[in-house]
């Protein structure tokens, strides 16, 4: 009798074809790639490459020219609460009358349902991802007052209190301290190792080999995606940055 065959894990994220463009500029080219189904995943590239356009135009932010985009194999709308996205903290409004435990609660609303007073287990859940992040003792105080790397975790905090499977992050260590930087790398190694898949925008190569088991190098199209610790070869961030570079 022949072996059943065993499924394996679909990729947590699947592009063919992705193409962008503003006005008349390509901003991503024929952009066919396929994430790990879990772990930790590192998009790097120079500045201009496209790589905050392709976590925007994979979660229909921003229309696309061209290509096919799948979660877990699926359309984004068929599997939408397990995909959560960390956006830019610039592109946040902090002056907004809300606490800590207000912004980190917006995560639960999708299970809760919008519109309508958020149970106790509710914002209980919330506090818990403010206290995964750290920032339980803030939970209270405005988010104008806070700092831009508590401001940081609470963000990550809103991501996590929706316990997506997959979470899309635009630049998470963006402007932070080395302190909220470790402590964010320490959130995301947790997720990896419960199985969840994290996809993060990223402008430190020198960083990337540590934090990140994988990654993808893009110009407009794909240079190369594999093994983050071997991945930022000088050949391959020559294509990428147009001149040799050490990793």
């Not at 979660?71 to 002056?95: I, S, T």
Request: proline fraction near 8%; include cysteine.
């Amino acid at each position: 009798m022949s072996p059943v065959p065993v499924a394996l894990p679909l990729p947590a994220l699947s592009l063919r074809g992705l193409s962008v463009a503003y006005r008349t500029d390509a901003v991503l080219w024929n952009v066919t790639w396929n994430s790990p189904p879990a772990g930790l995943v590192a998009i790097v590239g120079p500045n201009g490459a496209g790589k905050s356009t392709l976590l925007k135009a994979a979660l229909g932010l921003i229309p696309r020219l061209a290509g096919e985009v799948r979660f877990f194999g699926a359309p984004l709308a068929a599997v939408r609460r397990r995909v959560g996205y960390l956006p830019q903290r610039a592109a946040v409004e902090w002056d907004f009358p809300a606490t800590a435990l207000d912004v980190a609660a917006m995560g639960r609303y999708p299970r809760a349902g919008w519109f309508r007073p958020l149970p106790r287990a509710e914002r209980e859940a919330a506090l818990a991802a403010l206290a995964e992040v750290g920032m339980q003792d803030v939970a209270h105080r405005p988010i104008g007052e806070l700092s831009g790397g508590q401001q940081q975790r609470v963000l990550l905090a809103r991501t996590l209190a929706q316990e997506p499977d997959l979470f899309l992050m635009d630049e998470p260590f963006a402007g932070v301290d080395a302190a909220t930087e470790e402590a964010i790398v320490g959130v995301l190694q947790r997720l990896a190792a419960a199985g969840r898949c994290v996809i993060a925008v990223h402008h430190d190569l020198s960083t990337v080999p540590r934090a990140f088991d994988h990654a993808l190098l893009l110009n407009r199209e794909v240079i190369a995606s594999g093994p983050a610790a071997t991945l930022l070869s000088p050949e391959n961030l020559a294509r990428a940055y147009g001149r040799r570079m050490s990793a």
